[in-house]
């Protein structure tokens, strides 16, 4: 709902930039540049915006409290014109894993512009309450309080984008582009709420009703592939399977087949969220295309290769997961003694027995990767860990050893490569990658 954390700039640019402005060739130009920088609060935020923009919080605080005391010399009597440096000192706090200290920053924001009518390109505006809503401690109600707070800014600016857009003035395109991004966090609020009222709220008579509303507000706003999934998200919870399904395959087909590069993607959070929906839909074959994307993008994700290791052994019928979840009868949908699995065809429940073992190989292979960059990067998630650990257990229960997998994977590679081969001279067969069921090249160099 906060602003997510931009693209980091190449280190030639940021050096580039630093020598333009640092290092320059004549020393009374370069002193007065450097003077600048130092003395005018606004070339400071933009400085600490950019370092922060490299991923570099710890370097952007200090231009950023150099920029808060200008602006706000008495500590004691702010004013709003320090509104720029509280946000983004906020932001930073966030980026440096200090939730409280950014919640006190934002909160002295909201002191100042109580109801966003200040401009964003001020310091004002909505983001510090929807930052507020997932940062507050308490949770529940107060969170709630914050994202309407957020809602009630944006659904007064998106009229007033409307208006400005019928009158046809030059700026229409830009002020296309900002009424849609309005619109999208408008849903994007309204889908955060709804999951308020499915965790810390759910118990509350009014939580079903409260989530039917927001949710159709939020597509009514922005029916976007991450509305989508929240949609499916309360149909799963409601126990309703076919609609929850229906409603991931349209979320699906609004990008699926769009370019990487293409700004309809949802973010890597957002996929890996919807590639737990879909395993918990049944929908595994979805759900791994979903997770091989993932990995190819950034294969350093514990949790992309930890949901690809159980979501191969699932499509392999292995497993259960591990987390409670009810059905309509009360029963674990991912349980096989009561999953829709067995109502299957045999055949259809273990594939043959070649691709059942290919898919139990590449759930061993992708939870030990998920395993190996969980101690390297000193990840935190016991369950998951202890999960893997447990599926990996039954795995080598079933395949034996690990060098097993080896043997298996270059026969089936060297008969499937000779098949291919029979009328090429000489019969030569070169392995390249390993590919089969729905593995690709999971080695990991250097882990």
């Given at each position: 709902?906060?602003?997510?954390?931009?693209?980091n700039s190449s280190k030639g640019n940021r050096r580039e930039k630093e020598r333009s402005i640092l290092n320059g060739t004549q020393v009374p130009r370069s002193k007065a540049r450097k003077s600048q920088i130092i003395l005018d609060p606004t070339a400071l935020l933009a400085r600490a915006t950019t370092i922060l923009q490299t991923g570099q919080p710890d370097a952007a605080l200090?231009?950023?409290?150099?920029?808060?005391?200008?602006?706000?010399?008495?500590s004691n009597n702010p004013t709003h014109l320090s509104l720029p440096a509280l946000s983004l000192l906020g932001e930073i706090f966030i980026e440096l894993g200090d939730p409280a200290t950014a919640s006190d920053f934002f909160l002295q924001a909201?002191?100042?512009?109580?109801?966003?009518h200040i401009p964003e390109s001020e310091g004002g505006g909505v983001e510090k309450f929807l930052w507020l809503a997932q940062l507050c401690e308490e949770g529940g109600e107060e969170s709630i309080r914050w994202f309407e707070k957020g809602t009630e800014v944006l659904e007064r600016d998106i009229p007033d984008l409307e208006a400005q857009l019928a009158t046809g003035t030059k700026e229409e395109e830009e002020r296309e582009v900002l009424l849609e991004e309005r619109k999208r966090k408008l849903a994007a609020a309204l889908c955060g709420m709804v999951e308020?009222?499915?965790t810390d709220l759910s118990l509350s008579p009014a939580a079903e009703t409260a989530c039917t509303t927001l949710i159709s507000r939020a597509l009514a706003a922005s029916p976007t592939a991450p509305t989508l999934q929240t949609q499916a998200s309360l149909l799963l919870s409601q126990c309703n399977l076919p609609e929850a399904r229906s409603v991931l395959n349209r979320s699906l087909s609004l990008w699926q087949d769009l370019p990487p590069e293409h700004p309809d993607i949802p973010d890597f959070p957002t996929r890996i969220s919807l590639s737990r929906l879909l395993m918990e839909a049944g929908m595994e074959d979805y759900a791994m295309s979903v997770l091989e994307g993932l990995?190819?993008?950034?294969?350093?994700?514990?949790?992309?290769w930890y949901l690809g290791g159980w979501c191969a052994s699932l499509l392999a019928g292995l497993g259960r997961e591990p987390e409670e979840s009810e059905n309509e009868a009360g029963e674990d949908p991912m349980d096989e003694s009561t999953s829709t699995r067995e109502t299957m065809a045999d055949d259809e429940v273990a594939k043959t027995g070649d691709e059942r073992n290919a898919l139990l190989i590449t759930s061993r292979e992708w939870l030990k990767n998920s395993l190996r960059l969980y101690d390297m990067q000193d990840y935190e998630d016991d369950r998951l860990r202890d999960h893997a650990l447990e599926v990996v257990e039954q795995l080598d229960g079933i395949l034996g050893d690990v060098a097993d997998d080896e043997e298996v994977l270059e026969g089936e590679e060297l008969e499937e490569d000779s098949d291919d081969d029979d009328d090429n001279e000489g019969g030569n067969v070169e392995v390249e990658t390993r590919e089969s069921g729905h593995h690709g090249d999971l080695e990991m160099n250097g882990t």
């Open positions: 709902m906060g602003k997510s954390r931009p693209s200090p231009f950023a409290q150099r920029a808060l005391a200008l602006l706000q010399p008495a909201v002191s100042l512009d109580p109801d966003g308020v009222w499915m990995v190819a993008e950034e294969d350093g994700s514990v949790e992309a």
